[in-house]
């Protein structure tokens, strides 16, 4: 049986952390900082949880 390849969208995308959690960067934190405030420039700065209902979709695109 060949091996599971793991997405490759979806390793840029999402991390898994040591105790299993799903987290993603947040949206708008790219690129265009001129137009935000530094407030919420630093507000996206950590990463979030992924919900529940994508988790598991987000863990099997990953190989897991």
Not at 18 to 40: L, N
Not at 52 to 64: H, S, T, Y
């Amino acid at each position: 049986m060949p091996k599971m390849k793991t997405h490759s969208g979806a390793k840029k995308r999402f991390r898994v952390t040591g105790s299993g959690k799903v987290m993603h960067q947040r949206a708008r934190h790219v690129h265009k900082f001129q137009e935000r405030s530094s407030q919420a420039a630093r507000r996206l700065v950590n990463d979030k949880v992924v919900s529940g209902a994508d988790e598991k979709k987000a863990k099997a695109l990953l190989g897991r």
